[in-house]
């Protein structure tokens, strides 16, 4: 099983990035996956998630912003990133985990996901 992320870098504010998440060992559409992010200094928490039939959340400071997708048949996920505020700085890290759909929710500790991807650094220069 593995995930690897891509699709990260230094942006100026108010611009985009997309982040990608190529998955092996299983498929997407069958379980719970998603972003999580690790600002310096502080706990990582989810940014957004999409379960098994494609119903996504994402956490309120980036309602609007930020856009969860996957595709099926490259069995990869995408994390689309626009109006970037510095406050989004931070390591992204793709997780996936085996849940009911009613536990795949953005607020769900990150305890709950065994998979994870190695991460990959957004920073948000002002």
């Known amino acids: 099983d593995q995930l690897v992320e891509s699709g990260g870098g230094s942006v100026r504010v108010g611009g985009s990035l997309r982040l990608s998440c190529e998955v092996s060992?299983?498929?997407?559409?069958?379980?719970?996956i998603g972003w999580f992010r690790k600002p310096p200094g502080r706990g990582r928490k989810g940014v957004a998630l999409?379960?098994?039939?494609?119903?996504?959340t994402n956490r309120g400071p980036v309602q609007g912003r930020f856009t969860i997708s996957r595709d099926s048949a490259k069995n990869t996920v995408f994390l689309q990133m626009d109006s970037l505020k510095p406050e989004d700085t931070a390591m992204y890290y793709c997780?996936?985990?085996?849940?009911?759909?009613?536990?795949?929710?953005?607020?769900?500790?990150?305890?709950?996901?065994?998979?994870w991807g190695q991460g990959t650094q957004v920073t948000v220069a002002s």
């Open positions: 999409i379960d098994s039939v494609g119903r996504t």
């Open positions: 060992g299983y498929t997407i559409s069958s379980i719970c």
């Open positions: 997780a996936a985990q085996n849940l009911q759909n009613a536990l795949c929710r953005v607020g769900i500790s990150s305890l709950y996901f065994e998979h």
